[in-house]
């Protein structure tokens, strides 16, 4: 490939650069528009915190007895709806700032893919100017050799070529020869004036490649300052976020504690039950939900790294006993699993352990209410069955993690509405149709 090619290429390369600059400079000017709605968001969030704030100053001066009991559940309930669009306000803006860090990650790696590839064409062009300054050098030297030469033999003239030629032809010949030695001085001479041209523009480039580069780093680092301050966003998001589960979670036992002591036959009680009732349901469903979307169905045959033997373990060793048990509590209510407590009394600390092997598809590890069943995680067993355990003080394996049947994963607990430690554990299956059913699990495992 000749200079002059290479040189017509490079300009395209860096024609090509500017448009990818110019795009970066569009896409920044999306994020702060983006900005905007997060400022809402804010401002939002910042209103709830006063309305919880003026909330719980009117809590503070209700007395406790029976007929306040109700204003306290009402008030309590008030805050908790208010905390919690809080936390859905936070993992709204938790995603938006995740999008933009993603899109600024983009940005910075195309950028930094741009400036390699300048620093490249740098080195290629600088390269090609030793090349060419080394050609000059040489041609030179030719030129001058040959003067030297010319100068030391004397160039003939067209007589004494006649006089000192055999004949006639051989006179001819070497008139040729000279005449073409001439011309070869005169082209190389033009060729060393071209290259010294192509050089100037070569430097030309490379001066201009430089300062885009500079422009390049610039953007980098302000693209680096931008990205640091989302993540520092985006901590304190989730701290905040994290800060506003526990406070749920010290509301919703707040509230328990007061339906323990409402009459079970009034309407507040009813209603409470009736309102925590759709948070599990709501829960369960989306539960439900995720397995179908991710979940395995019958008929699927389970990876070789599960170890599924088709024969489920209880997931509590020694002796134990049920306190609940599928499908009902005591008093009717829906319970889609059993509660398992130690015989000893030594329950809270017991760890628990998979029934299964399988992949950890859901791990809920915050020490949260999450609608009543605390810590808790799923682990798909890939042949269409889940296995589900609950208010753990301690769940031990995360998402992605293939555990063996016996595996060590949780501690339990008293985490969610619980009214003492003890292991909730159910089994859901996954139809070939994508339906999934909440199963007794004694027809899985057998207590020992």
């Not at 599960?306 to 997931?315: A, Q, S, T, V």
Request: glycine share 6%; net charge negative; charged share 30%.
């Amino acid at each position: 490939m000749s200079l002059m090619t290479k040189f017509f290429k490079s300009k395209k390369r860096l024609l090509c650069l500017a448009m990818a600059f110019a795009l970066l400079v569009s896409a920044s000017a999306i994020s702060a528009a983006a900005e905007e709605t997060l400022e809402e968001k804010q401002q939002r969030y910042e209103e709830l915190e006063k309305e919880i704030a003026q909330n719980q100053k009117e809590l503070a001066g209700v007395q406790s007895d029976i007929k306040t009991n109700e204003q306290k559940l009402n008030k309590l309930n008030g805050q908790i709806d208010s905390i919690e669009e809080q936390i859905d306000l936070l993992d709204e803006s938790i995603g938006m700032i995740s999008d933009d860090i993603d899109e600024l990650q983009t940005d910075i790696d195309s950028t930094s893919a741009d400036i390699e590839s300048i620093n490249s064409q740098i080195s290629k062009t600088e390269l090609q100017i030793v090349e060419t300054e080394t050609m000059m050098e040489d041609t030179k030297e030719l030129l001058l050799a040959r003067i030297r030469e010319n100068y030391m033999s004397g160039e003939g003239s067209t007589l004494e070529i006649l006089f000192t030629s055999d004949d006639l032809s051989s006179f001819f010949a070497r008139k040729e020869l000279i005449t073409r030695v001439s011309e070869n001085d005169s082209q190389l001479i033009s060729e060393l004036t071209a290259k010294v041209g192509e050089l100037n523009e070569l430097q030309t480039e490379l001066e201009g490649s430089k300062t885009e580069l500079e422009e390049k780093k610039t953007t980098l680092d302000s693209q680096m300052d931008t990205m640091n301050a989302k993540y520092d966003d985006l901590e304190s998001s989730k701290n905040a976020q994290e800060s506003k589960k526990k406070d749920v979670t010290g509301k919703y036992q707040e509230v328990q504690g007061i339906i323990n002591d409402l009459d079970k036959e009034s309407d507040a009680y009813k209603a409470a039950i009736k309102r925590q009732k759709a948070e599990r349901e709501a829960l369960e469903a989306e539960i439900d939900e995720y397995i179908r979307q991710h979940g395995s169905s019958q008929g699927d045959v389970p990876d070789e790294s599960y170890e599924n033997d088709g024969d489920m373990m209880w997931p509590v060793k020694g002796n134990t006993r049920l306190t609940a048990t599928y499908p009902a509590y005591s008093d009717g209510s829906p319970h889609w699993g059993i509660d398992i407590v130690k015989a000893d009394g030594n329950t809270r600390g017991a760890p628990f352990y998979a029934a299964q092997g399988g992949e950890v598809i859901i791990a809920k590890n915050d020490g949260n209410w999450n609608s009543g069943f605390g810590n808790y995680c799923v682990i798909d067993h890939g042949d269409g069955t889940q296995t589900l355990y609950a208010h753990s003080d301690n769940i031990l394996v995360s998402v992605g993690q293939v555990v063996k049947k016996g595996e060590k994963i949780g501690i339990i607990g008293a985490t969610g509405n619980v009214t003492g430690p003890h292991l909730h554990f159910e089994v859901r299956v996954k139809k070939a149709d994508g339906t999934v059913s909440r199963v007794n699990p004694l027809n899985y495992v057998s207590q020992p």
